[in-house]
């Protein structure tokens, strides 16, 4: 479970007391407080959020004139890359993987050559329900990559690139049962 490490300017004056360190899942309605800290402590850690999850954070500064003054609220997320299953053949490759949740928008794969240096095709996959499909037209016996770019929003996280090679082209198969009717 990754952990938000959250960095701030405290509001600071001499009517502060204390600052609440509050955080809530994006779509939920209302702030928990992870901890009250010092008027002056500009740093607070997290810990046991959930990957692929979009949160809002925000810090109030509790002061003893006026009352509590919220700072802007913000957003972030840990996104994780998912296990990209390939299996080549040898003009295509395809690809599996399980969808990574509910804050995730969208995904693209992006095929490269076998260096990486050259994007040669990309395709947008759907969300929802595990991914399957296909990067097709690939030459025989030959070192490819493929990388996905996971979004949540206005977040987006490009995994590093999986190698493969394609299979050779499946041998020839010589004809069998050969017959002939002399008439």
Known sequence: MPTATLIWTPGGGANSLSQDVQYKVHTDTNYSTAAIVGATVNTYNIPGLLDNTIYDYSIVDNCAVGGPVAGTPFQAINITCPAVSLTPAYNQVQ?????????????MLTLYDGPGANVLATNNAAIGAPVSAAFTGLNPSTNYKVGITVNAGTFSKTCPPQSFTTLPPPPCNAPTNVSATMV
């Open 95 to 107: 690809y599996n993987f399980n969808d990574l949740g509910a804050s995730i928008t969208s995904y």
